[in-house]
């Protein structure tokens, strides 16, 4: 059974560069049956899509990000990260790694669910 | 930027049927999906492409989606489908999240 768990520190000053990662458990990242991300939570918000890494790298970010955010594969096959530079006190949040299907037929793939999350972890933003 | 739009709170006696929508431009050609989402916990699928339930999701919760709205209906409600519940598109190689739905059983 596949499992995910964030780690990395609860506190980071304002304009550093905020650093997390998602170790994955009973599985490998090594697959192309999916694509690994990236989910922030405001307090009390919904929410936000942050981006996405495939097996071989190629990754997608939401554009809202786009400049400040790099996602990358870990050296182990076990591994992804998220670095998340200048932050500021918005980008507070609890942050969540999930497992994206993929959805192939014909010969043709399409993105399906976020079908297993991590447990979160929450970051603070402070001065 | 691509949106979804869901509707801040329902209520709904239990027992009774809860429905919670999610609206969004060019929904017939766009796959649905729905996540449920406790205090203090990670969202947790319960409806995928529209209309299929994983496994494990009881057949009360079922969805639809017409094309110009996507719904999640919960037949029967219970205490424990208090939750947040969130839909969500593929824009391209982007991820949209609407706003989130908060359902509580009175």
């Known amino acids: 059974q596949v499992q995910l768990q964030e780690s990395g520190p609860r506190l980071v000053k304002t304009s550093e560069t905020l650093p997390l990662t998602c170790t994955v458990s009973?599985?490998?990242?090594?697959?192309?049956?999916?694509?690994w991300a990236w989910i922030r939570q405001s307090p009390g918000k919904g929410l936000e899509w942050i981006g996405n890494i495939f097996y071989n790298g190629n990754t997608y970010y939401n554009p809202s990000l786009q400049g400040r955010v790099v996602i990358s594969l870990g050296t182990s096959k076990k591994d992804f990260s998220l670095q998340l530079r200048s932050v500021t006190a918005t980008d507070t949040a609890v942050y969540f790694c999930?497992?994206?299907?993929?959805?192939?037929?014909?010969?043709?793939?399409?993105?399906?669910?976020?079908?297993?999350w991590g447990q979160g972890t929450k970051v603070t933003v402070s001065p | 930027s691509y949106e979804l739009t869901q509707t801040s709170s329902v209520s709904v006696s239990p027992g009774q049927t809860a429905s919670i929508t999610c609206s969004g431009d060019d929904l017939a050609h766009k796959y649905v999906w729905w996540y449920q989402q406790k205090p203090g916990r990670s969202p947790v699928l319960v409806i995928y492409q529209d209309s299929r339930r994983p496994s494990g999701i009881p057949d009360r919760i079922s969805a639809s989606n017409s094309g110009i709205t996507a719904t999640l209906t919960i037949s029967g409600t219970q205490a424990v489908d208090e939750a947040d519940y969130y839909c969500?598109?593929?824009?391209?190689?982007?991820?949209?999240f609407g706003g989130g739905t908060k359902l509580t059983v009175l």
């Open positions: 009973g599985g490998s990242i090594s697959s192309d049956a999916y694509y």
């Open positions: 969500q598109a593929w824009d391209g190689s982007t991820a949209v």
């Open positions: 999930a497992r994206v299907a993929r959805d192939c037929y014909g010969g043709s793939c399409s993105y399906d669910a976020f079908d297993i």
